[in-house]
């Protein structure tokens, strides 16, 4: 019993600290330091956790901003450029997902692939791509200002990036707050341990005691299991970490 209270408090402290760490930076290196000597065991511990809480929190970071890219597009053909050619300046623009993806384009259409079927092999890889070769299609085939409607999907994108920033902090919050709740009955139990651990453990050690403590564990299993299903019952399929 004491065993299991030491374990669940110290997971809510590494979890902590792991947090204070994230935001505070406190046990950062100096850039002179970084990289120096072999990773201790604690710091390897340290990342592996990082990485576990990150993928909890479904923490998914984009180094791309595709309604930027829609609006550079706009900008390049507004100043007179063809499709070709604005796709080929956007993509020397800078060196993330989405010009990389404008640069994979711009080499298929040079080795003899139409732009058009260019776009749509590489929107297959990159989703954010997607929007963007629909609306150059949509411009294709009923004739509309392309600059202006890749300005209206850029807003677009941009209202739905929002959104789903907003619904991914949402859901961190109720994740956190589900883990406490998980830990709040060892952390108490943990303090009574501290404050009176003979009568504590008089009690563990009764019939009664025993009983209870089992039917505790039981509905804090059950707990725990209806929380989990109730939290992945409204999180979208698409911000579900895999």
């Known amino acids: 019993m004491r065993w299991l209270i030491s374990m669940a408090f110290g ?29 201790s065991v604690s710091q390897g511990i340290q990342v592996f956790l990082k990485k576990w809480v990150k993928k909890l929190l479904s923490e998914k970071r984009e180094d791309v901003l595709w309604e930027e890219i829609a609006l550079s597009l706009a900008f390049h053909i507004k100043a007179g450029e063809t499709l070709v050619q604005a796709v080929k300046g956007v993509s020397e623009e800078g060196d993330t997902a989405g010009h990389r993806a404008l640069g994979r384009v711009y080499r298929l259409y040079g080795a003899g692939t139409p732009i058009f079927e260019a776009l749509d092999v590489v929107s297959g890889e990159e989703t954010g791509l997607g929007p963007i070769s629909d609306v150059v299609h949509i411009s294709a085939e009923s004739g509309g200002d392309l600059p202006t409607l890749l300005c209206h999907a850029s807003d677009v994108m941009r209202q739905r990036r929002t959104f789903r920033g907003e619904v991914r902090a949402k859901l961190a919050e109720v994740k956190i707050t589900a883990v406490l709740l998980s830990l709040l009955p060892w952390v108490i139990g943990f303090f009574l341990l501290r404050i009176d651990s003979r009568m504590l453990l008089d009690f563990a050690r009764s019939q009664r005691g025993k009983a209870l403590l089992g039917l505790s564990f039981i509905l804090w299993s059950a707990g725990n299991v209806s929380m989990v299903s109730l939290i992945r019952s409204v999180i979208p399929p698409s911000f579900r970490f895999k």
């Open 11 to 39: 997971t809510a402290v590494f979890l902590m600290t792991l947090d204070m760490e994230s935001t505070f930076r406190i046990w950062t290196l100096s850039p002179s330091l970084a990289g120096t000597g072999r990773r």
